[in-house]
């Protein structure tokens, strides 16, 4: 039996192929490469010995996605990762972010479900939650207003699959609430791969520290924090690719709609993070305060015990291996996978 992985070579996608197939799990990738690269199969095969099937087509083409599902037959469930990400191009490009990130996972559905194929792991996003009335979030908290386009179509596809699950119990759905996925492979040999200036802090800080930007900016100190900057709950990617394969062997126990936040419980702020930077890797990383930035919030991290006690997973990794390894990618890498 072989698991669909949709947005495959992406950033999560891949490192989540690695720990499924150290699992002993058979996975066929779909990619159209709008925000990946062809190299990262050569990658994984590097880490595991083993080169998946892959085929590149975009999700939103219904007859492409027909054939992937009829030449391979043995498919019994599929991990969806593909889609648009980025928060401002979002708001600047609603139009493709509602088409890209809806169209395909509806297409991914219908297709799914003509070939009987009815268990699904979802990327959703702590985003759900807007500005939490207080944290740690739990699953149970109140979905907030997402302030944008992006965040819209998670809610929204989070909807679309709870009512698909509501239609048809043979359903199996697994939500997963990422909260700030950081980090690479141990190996270096896959990690995150921003086009441009990065937007997120933890590529930010990689590549001051490895001397490619002169500063950080921190985007405000006057939030209610502890030290004022904002505090988020970072999560290393390996641990995240483990929670998929604990919500893929708990979808194939129960047909059910459920939805997990995938967090270390722990926040930090933007200046814990400078100095955990500084120690890890033994180099500075300059930074200015700067206004804060538009849409942030002051805190959010996860309850994560839902994960714990249901899927039996527990995020590993200290904030000092999520440095290193971000650390390890970038200085190996330094222009991503064009290097
Ligand atoms: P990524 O951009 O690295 O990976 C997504 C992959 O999907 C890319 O390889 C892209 O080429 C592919 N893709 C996009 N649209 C497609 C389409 N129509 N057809 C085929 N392939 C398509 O992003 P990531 O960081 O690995 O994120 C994976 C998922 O997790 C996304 O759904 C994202 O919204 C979600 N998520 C990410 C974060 C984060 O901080 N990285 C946080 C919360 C949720
Ligand atoms: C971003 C996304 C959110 C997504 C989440 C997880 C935005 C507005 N939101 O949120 O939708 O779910 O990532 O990937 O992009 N910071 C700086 N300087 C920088 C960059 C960031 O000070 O150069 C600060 C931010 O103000 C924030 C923290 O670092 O306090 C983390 O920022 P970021 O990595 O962008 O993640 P989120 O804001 O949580």
Not at 136 to 155: F, H, M, S, V, W
Request: with cysteine.
């Amino acid at each position: 039996m072989s698991i669909l992985i949709t947005g495959g070579t992406g950033f999560i996608g891949s490192h989540t192929v690695v720990e499924l197939i150290g699992a002993g799990e058979t996975c066929v990738i779909v990619d159209n490469f709008c925000n990946s690269k062809p190299v990262v199969l050569d990658r994984i095969e590097a880490i595991t010995g083993v080169r998946p099937r892959f085929y590149e087509a975009d999700l939103c083409d219904e007859a492409a996605m027909e054939r992937i599902f009829e030449e391979n037959p043995d498919l019994e469930s599929c991990i969806h990762f593909a889609g648009l990400k980025a928060v401002g191009e979002s708001v600047a490009k609603p139009l493709l972010y509602y088409q890209n990130n809806l169209i395909s996972t509806l297409t991914l559905c219908r297709v799914m479900q003509k070939h009987d194929v009815k268990r699904i792991v979802f990327s959703s996003s702590a985003t759900v939650y807007g500005d939490p009335i207080s944290v740690p979030i739990p699953e149970t908290a109140p979905r907030g207003l997402t302030t944008n386009p992006y965040g819209e179509t998670k809610q929204m596809i989070e909807r679309i699959l709870t009512d698909l699950y509501r239609a048809d119990t043979e359903w199996s759905v697994s939500i997963l609430r990422y909260f700030n996925p950081v980090g690479a492979h141990p190996s270096g040999l896959i990690g995150e791969d921003p086009c441009g200036i990065p937007n997120n802090l933890f590529p930010y800080v990689t590549q001051v520290a490895t001397g490619k930007r002169a500063f950080l900016q921190v985007f405000g100190d006057d939030y209610d924090t502890p030290d004022g900057t904002g505090v988020r709950d970072y999560i290393h990617v390996v641990d995240l690719a483990q929670a998929h394969l604990k919500a893929l062997q708990r979808a194939r126990k129960v047909t059910a709609v459920e939805c997990f936040n995938v967090g270390t419980g722990t926040g930090y702020s933007v200046l814990d993070i400078v100095k955990a930077f500084e120690a890890a890797t033994g180099r500075s990383v300059p930074y200015r305060i700067v206004e804060r930035r538009a849409g942030d919030i002051a805190a959010c991290y996860a309850d994560p015990q839902k994960a714990e006690n249901i899927l039996g997973w527990r995020a590993q990794y200290s904030l000092d291996d999520m440095c290193r390894h971000a650390d390890n990618w970038q200085t190996k890498n330094p222009n991503g996978y064009d290097t």
